[in-house]
């Protein structure tokens, strides 16, 4: 996720440093850093301000400190994290306790009212509070990229291209070098600091059949948790549609016996279009309530976008087709579907 949309081969790490919690980082040739804990597995890079290559280092140390811990915070509010969020609660009824967990709670509470537990929104709540330790003086960027949910810290006159991959299926890690779909460039003027993704091929259960649905959000947590409504979303009754109860495909889903999505065969163009556009209405609700800045769709080499401008979003490859539908200008929020051919997002380019 830097204008240099991929690499070409894959960094060479240096030594790998380990902490006393079991945490490991270890530094990447180009200067981009991973990070690894049990299930957590981030890519985090950096610029420096006026070559303040100090300050960089700093942050650096400072979000490595920071995520030595992130794993036992979480695993101490597991249970509470793996529980739907009430219905009838309030934002102030927050029971979490460590900073990650309420803001995992927070950014689901909006979506109460079908079933979420905090779990989804736990890669960007962690990619949020470690995104934190760069904004300083003397760094001018940064991302944090957990698992393609991504933070980003921009300050005046800089940028980051978003590399985008239509199909989660294709996508294997934080530092996938495989060519991708598209691209969406995301400047400081905009809102947009987090980005987040969804769907039924990707490494998390979903009730729908988008291949991916990826989120525009001011933060990470909220477009973790929104790419969940808007995935779960893409979605009919087909009989042709495999489903299996989340708890016979893994004992601990914070899903229970909800039915997910294990298998979809190729569809007609009709039911593809009424499933992208169920999703799309969605998306468009939480774009309209200001939760969410944008939302691009994909299903089976089609696709659907809404809130992100036509001008923005760079060409995705011919084979997805759609309309896309850009967000308000600055006059009012009217909006304007049917603009050309549809594109954008997903997993960053680190």
Not at 34 to 59: F, K, M, S
Not at 326 to 338: F, L, N, S, T, V
Request: proline share 6%; with cysteine.
């Amino acid at each position: 996720m830097s204008n240099v949309t991929a690499h070409t081969h894959a960094p060479i790490a240096t030594a790998t440093e380990t902490a006393a919690s079991g945490a490991t980082r270890r530094r990447l040739d180009d200067g981009r850093w991973h990070l690894q804990h049990g299930p957590i597995d981030l890519i985090v890079g950096a610029d420096a301000a006026d070559g303040d290559e100090a300050a960089v280092r700093a942050a650096h140390d400072a979000c490595w400190q920071r995520f030595t811990s992130v794993l036992s915070e979480l695993v101490a509010e597991l249970p509470l994290l793996r529980t739907p969020v009430s219905q009838t609660s309030t934002g102030e009824d927050n029971p979490c306790q460590g900073p990650i967990a309420r803001r995992m709670w927070s950014a689901c509470h909006p979506h109460r009212a079908n079933y979420i537990t905090p779990m989804a929104a736990v890669a960007g709540s962690v990619a949020d509070e470690l995104i934190v330790a760069f904004k300083r003086p003397g760094v001018s960027r940064a991302f944090v990229n957990n698992g393609g949910d991504i933070a980003l810290h921009l300050t005046a006159g800089q940028q980051y291209k978003i590399g985008v991959f239509a199909d989660l299926a294709a996508f294997h890690g934080p530092d996938h070098q495989a060519a991708f779909d598209g691209s969406l460039t995301l400047d400081a003027t905009m809102a947009v600091r987090g980005i987040a993704t969804s769907g039924w091929r990707g490494r998390s259960f979903s009730l729908g059949i988008a291949d991916s649905a990826t989120v525009l959000a001011r933060t990470a947590a909220v477009a973790d948790a929104s790419a969940t409504i808007v995935a779960n979303a893409v979605n009919l009754d087909d009989a042709s549609i495999v489903r299996r109860p989340a708890s016979s495909l893994k004992d601990d889903s914070d899903l229970g016996d909800l039915a997910v999505t294990v298998d979809v065969p190729p569809l007609p163009q009709p039911l593809i279009d009424l499933a992208l556009t169920r999703g799309a209405q969605t998306a468009q609700q939480l774009c309209d309530d200001g939760t969410i800045e944008g939302a691009a769709l994909f299903l089976q080499h089609r696709a659907r976008t809404v809130g992100i401008p036509a001008h923005d979003v760079r060409h995705v490859a011919s084979r997805f087709t759609e309309s896309i539908s850009a967000p308000p200008d600055a006059a009012g929020p009217a909006r304007h579907p049917h603009s050309p051919e549809a594109s954008c997002l997903k997993y960053a380019a680190c």
